[in-house]
């Protein structure tokens, strides 16, 4: 199976940095797309920004400047740098990535179980 785990959330006051992460693990033959998403309470879940597998990335209009996707393909992990943290950010963060089990399997999407980001002084 394949599992997607974020980790580096937390609480930081405005203005302030996170570095989020996202690996994935399990049966893995090949990584298409990576993305982040995140869902503010009551609101719909929101893409933030792709990333292929060429390292090409992609931002809403909202985050660009301050966000920044990577990648590492050696450890099947991407990356979401975000910068000058405002209280609007606040959000579950949320990775999803498309990705073949096997060379002979289709390409499927995967979600991970999202990581909290609290804005707050």
């Known amino acids: 199976q394949v599992q997607l785990v974020e980790s580096g959330g937390g609480l930081v006051q405005p203005g302030g940095s996170l570095r989020l992460s996202c690996a994935a693990s399990?049966?893995?033959?090949?990584?298409?797309?990576m993305r982040w998403y995140r869902q503010a309470p009551g609101k719909q879940r929101d893409l933030v920004a792709t990333i292929t597998n060429a390292n090409s990335p992609n931002y809403a209009d909202s985050v660009k400047g301050r966000f920044t996707i990577s990648r590492d393909n050696a450890k099947n992990t991407a990356y979401l740098q975000i910068d000058s943290l405002k209280p609007e950010d606040t959000a579950v963060y949320y990775c999803n990535a498309a990705l073949k089990q096997y060379s002979w399997s289709k390409m499927n999407n995967y979600w991970g179980q999202g990581t909290q980001v609290t804005v707050s002084s």
């Open positions: 399990g049966s893995i033959f090949s990584i298409n797309v």
